[in-house]
């Protein structure tokens, strides 16, 4: 199963040598597939962006994506754009730029669109309980996500402990993304 760590400023915070400090340990500590720089109040994004990909560019086989960003994402060569749930009019634009593209979904509806639209990944949350994320949708519903469609789904949400890495996993998805899990 992959892996997919996701950024938080509250943890890596926006000054530039902690950042990288800290993005460096937790690739070394938790060795994911995928990463996500995801800050949605610096004042000094596309900075830590360049730092973000530098750091990745240290480690073989690990793939980068920025939030939201589709023009920073292909002016500063990141692997792909993860999308918020509101930029399913981006993906097409994101794809004749080369990216690869996660899009976040919160419902079936959501999942088959990015689908039908050209996406490579979803993120579908919130599996488990996860801070002013809305009610968790389980793992059954996860599963009976998996059986609809062919999109390579991430589980997010409340993914914390080894327990529910271990419950998704049994669930067949192609990975788990996660902020708290990565710490």
């Known amino acids: 199963m992959k892996k997919y760590l996701i950024t938080s400023q509250e943890f890596y915070t ?28 610096s004042a000094h994004y596309k900075e830590i962006a360049k730092i973000f990909l530098s750091i ?38 994101a794809k004749s730029l080369g990216l690869k593209v996660v899009i976040s979904s919160h419902s079936y509806e959501d999942v088959l669109s990015a689908q039908k639209l050209g996406a490579d990944y979803v993120t579908y949350s919130p599996i488990f309980v996860s801070p002013n994320k809305g009610k968790p949708k389980g793992v059954e519903d996860l599963q009976k996500l998996l059986e609809k469609t062919e999109i390579k789904v991430f589980a997010l949400g409340g993914i914390v402990s080894h327990e529910q890495i271990d419950l998704v996993e049994e669930s067949g998805v192609y990975g788990f993304a996660s902020i708290r899990h990565f710490y």
């Open 14 to 41: 926006d000054n530039k040598k902690l950042f990288a400090h800290r993005l460096q340990e937790q690739i070394l500590k938790h060795t994911p597939d995928y990463i996500l720089y995801r800050d949605k109040s």
């Open 56 to 93: 990745r560019s240290e480690f073989a086989g690990v793939k980068a994506f920025l939030h939201g960003e589709v023009e920073l994402a292909f002016e500063l060569k990141a692997d792909g754009v993860h999308l918020t749930s509101t930029q399913f009019d981006k993906i097409e634009l």
